[in-house]
């Protein structure tokens, strides 16, 4: 069974910074490009970020570009997303992500993680 | 970049009535050489995570009713529950996946029980 589990999330000051992770389980992780997903709250789904197997390839959605990092460890199956200058708009339910075997629909979501920016 | 949107952002809909929630893309989502829509639906209720329903426009995920089901190509797109049952409140989003690795999804729409 496929398993996503984020963890690092909480309230952090405007400009302050957090790391979240996604530890990965029920699938070769390897093999599978990953991505961060998030939902401001009460609001719509944005994707954030997406990484490579090899991480080699990194995308990211224009709002946190030179902000936010996308990264792996695929010996220990986890997924990153390093925020930084973190701003209120980016409150929201941050969701660890698979696609699907035979296209980029996201077949698998964790149950995601929250995160604050608040003074 | 592709943009999708979504009518009506909201409906109300009798139980065992049919609900149809519309999905427009900004530009074609469908691939020429593979003949396929670059297309998905999701369902997500308060609380929970999203959870996939259609992918390639009218491919139903395994375990979804056949209540569900996804139709249109090129950029209209439609999600049809045939008889909406009480555990079908949610919120349903559409999402474009043809300009992979880059992807976006709609605003959502709210269906709830009339």
């Known amino acids: 069974e496929v398993q996503l589990v984020e963890s690092g999330g909480g309230l952090v000051q405007p400009g302050g910074s957090l790391r979240l992770s996604c530890a990965a389980s029920g699938f070769t992780f390897s093999s599978y490009w990953m991505s961060w997903v998030r939902q401001a709250p009460g609001k719509g789904l944005e994707w954030v970020a997406n990484?490579?197997?090899?991480?080699?390839?990194?995308y990211y959605v224009d709002s946190v570009k030179g902000r936010f990092t996308i990264s792996r460890d695929n010996a220990k199956n986890s997924l990153y997303l390093q925020m930084n200058s973190l701003r209120a708009e980016d409150t929201a339910v941050y969701y660890c992500?698979?696609?699907?075997?035979?296209?980029?629909?996201?077949?698998?979501w964790g149950q995601g993680t929250l995160v604050t920016v608040s003074s | 970049d592709i943009v999708m949107t979504q009518s009506p952002d909201s409906l109300a809909v009798s139980l065992g009535e049919r609900a149809t929630i519309n999905c427009k893309s900004s530009q074609s989502v469908l691939y020429s050489s593979n003949n396929k829509n670059y297309l998905a639906w999701y369902q997500q209720k308060p609380g929970q995570p999203p959870k996939l329903l259609i992918y390639w426009a009218s491919t139903r995920d395994s375990g979804v009713p056949d209540r569900f089901s996804g139709s249109g190509s090129g950029t209209d797109f439609t999600l049809t529950i045939s008889s909406l049952q009480a555990e079908d409140v949610a919120v349903y989003y559409c999402q474009q996946y043809y300009s992979t690795p880059i992807f976006t999804f709609g605003p959502g729409t709210k269906v709830d029980i009339k």
């Open positions: 992500a698979r696609r699907g075997s035979s296209g980029w629909y996201v077949r698998y």
């Open positions: 990484i490579k197997q090899d991480g080699s390839e990194k």
